[in-house]
């Protein structure tokens, strides 16, 4: 009775914060698929959109590690994480408005200075939302089994968000004008975003620990080394998908025009609403890093394929796009649920348990992988000559251009990044456990090394 108890959460809790994560993912998938379109429409050029997206990484690398310490050392009279979250839900939304509004009558140096600086404030809006969500994961439940059905849930309500961008999106702008559609969508953000307030409870925070330094928080970070070797992996194989930051591009040159951007986006996110809820079920009975390394391999020969084959067959190149999407599923989720793992390590090991900072990392992580695909993206549309503008011809060398970077290049991160993982990654699911129960002080130090597989 008292493990249930201790990792009991609520339907109604769980439903809150899928309304939520689906409020800010649509926020997020707006800016990961149509943000570069709508800046080279309006005229700025490629390579001053990648640029864009660098400068916001400059302000990433300060704010997100201060803003783990502020997460980790802060408790409010609403709780040490809602607060936090209450703040985002309007951060995010308006932000969203903010960078589909640029006025179309000034110049092309004004349209990249607002840019620039409205990104700037979504990151910043971002990271308010993605360092406390998951640690409020973790102080809603101590049970591994109710974290995995909380970052299930999760995962399902991003990839319902994708789904939601997927036909929403190219429905309006066509017909409405970016700005109309960015403030559509920046509305649905925040009423969505205001679930979290009504039922998710904190039921495990951790007293308030002495302030930490900047290099208190990097010498933590080195000191969990599987932190660091997650981190790497998942940074090499998400730079180099630029699939997301392409599709747009590639449905409209490559396909043959706009009406390809809503099938091509479908293919990669129904299939995942598909597989997503059955995850939980898949990792009762395999070890997350098992079915992680299953899945990317399959993602690795799918690929393959996928750039030997070319895209002339529409029907077969869409089916495979499908079927990659349905193990990628498991990735998505799995990749969230090693994060508090390395949590749980660190603790174990040093007696630490820093989960604002492990997941200020994640937060960075992602804004990282959004900018640099973005960056990648569009310096590589400049070298292969892209024309701006809404309607712009392409040239066959272009053309050719964005299928290379739309298909070559993820099958080179993912390669690298199961070669990390193989390698150097050792924690499992039973070894967790065991980690998790030594630091709720359910048994000791010395029973859990005895227990464990191998030595950490």
Request: hydrophobic residues 50%; proline residues 3%.
């Amino acid at each position: 009775m008292e493990t249930k108890s201790r990792g009991y959460t609520t339907g109604g809790e769980r439903l809150s914060a899928g309304f939520y994560v689906f409020g800010a993912i649509l926020s997020y998938y707006m800016i990961m698929s149509y943000l570069q379109l709508f800046m080279t429409d309006i005229g700025i050029p490629a390579i001053s959109v990648g640029l864009i997206f660098i400068v916001a990484k400059v302000w990433d690398a300060v704010n997100d590690p201060i803003f783990g310490v502020a997460v980790d050392k802060f408790s409010f009279k609403g709780g040490k994480y809602k607060p936090w979250l209450r703040i985002a839900s309007i951060a995010i939304p308006v932000t969203t408005i903010l960078l589909f509004i640029v006025p179309a009558n000034i110049s092309i140096q004004a349209k990249i200075i607002w840019s620039s600086v409205a990104y700037v404030l979504w990151d910043t809006a971002y990271t308010m939302y993605d360092v406390p969500l998951h640690s409020l994961y973790m102080a809603m439940t101590e049970d591994l089994n109710e974290r995995n059905r909380l970052f299930s849930i999760s995962s399902f309500s991003v990839y319902l968000g994708a789904l939601a961008i997927s036909i929403v999106v190219p429905m309006l702008f066509p017909n409405i004008g970016w700005s109309a559609t960015g403030i559509i969508i920046g509305a649905l953000c925040f009423a969505f975003m205001q679930m979290l307030n009504f039922k998710c409870k904190e039921r495990f925070v951790g007293a308030s620990k002495k302030e930490s330094s900047i290099k208190e928080i990097i010498m933590s970070l080195v000191r969990n080394k599987y932190l660091l070797i997650f981190t790497l992996a998942t940074i090499i194989g998400g730079i180099t998908n630029l699939s997301m930051s392409m599709n747009s591009y590639f449905a409209i040159h490559c396909l043959g025009g706009r009406q390809w951007i809503t099938p091509l986006a479908l293919a990669s996110a129904i299939p995942v609403l598909l597989v997503v809820l059955l995850v939980p079920k898949i990792l009762g009975k395999i070890d997350k890093f098992t079915a992680t390394m299953l899945s990317r391999g399959a993602m690795l020969l799918i690929d393959l394929t996928i750039f030997f084959l070319g895209y002339k067959n529409t029907t077969l190149f869409l089916a495979m796009i499908v079927v990659k999407n349905m193990f990628g599923a498991v990735w998505n989720i799995t990749s969230i649920a090693f994060i508090a793992d390395c949590v749980e390590y660190a603790q174990f090991r040093t007696g630490e348990r820093n989960q604002g900072i492990a997941f200020a990392t994640k937060a960075f992580n992602n804004k990282l992988i959004v900018a640099l695909t973005g960056s990648i993206a569009m310096f590589g549309l400049a070298a292969f000559g892209f024309t701006e503008g809404a309607g712009a011809a392409q040239s066959q060398s272009t053309i050719d251009g964005i299928w290379f970077l739309y298909s070559f290049f993820p099958i080179i991160g993912n390669t690298v990044c199961l070669c990390i993982l193989a390698l150097f990654f050792k924690l499992r699911d039973k070894d967790i456990r065991i980690m998790v129960r030594c630091n709720n002080g359910e048994i000791t130090r010395e029973e859990a090394e005895a227990s464990l597989a191998r030595k950490y």
